[in-house]
């Protein structure tokens, strides 16, 4: 059904990627600070062409000022089926500022489930989306 890449795991279109993440809504951010790799869990929406979520002063702020490219991935498995498929995004983090769209996102009703104080707002848009599923 779908073309494989060199491993033999089938290739997502692009289409069926973008319908992933607008479904799923916990995901991870990764991205190099301080000269090591970071991983972060986030709980997010598909909003506009990029992946939101809100985050507290910190690393993913931190990466977002200084206009970092992250990646960013979603993924899903069936351990009776030996199934599953990921879908990675990658771009540039940025701080959500402008006030109308922030009051927009705020409408989205994602509440970080790591608790209170994340009232900033990371935009990811995305230059590359890719996914790969386990046959």
Not at 21 to 33: C, E, I, N, P
Not at 41 to 57: E, H, L, M
Request: proline residues 5%.
């Amino acid at each position: 059904m779908y073309p494989t890449d060199h491993a033999g795991l089938a290739v997502l279109p692009y289409d069926h990627c973008i319908e992933r993440l607008k479904l799923d809504q916990v995901g991870r951010v990764s991205f190099v600070a301080d000269g090591d790799v970071q991983i972060f869990p986030v709980n997010y929406r598909w909003y506009d062409g990029a992946v939101v979520f809100r985050t507290a002063a910190g690393t993913k702020l931190d990466a977002a000022w200084t206009n970092k490219t992250v990646a960013f991935e979603i993924d899903g498995w069936n351990a009776e089926h030996m199934a599953g498929w990921s879908v990675v995004a990658k771009g540039l983090a940025k701080e959500v500022t402008d006030p109308e769209q922030i009051d927009r996102l705020n409408g989205l009703g994602l509440r970080p489930w790591a608790g209170p104080g994340r009232n900033n707002w990371i935009r990811i848009r995305p230059d590359e989306v890719t996914g790969r599923k386990i046959v």
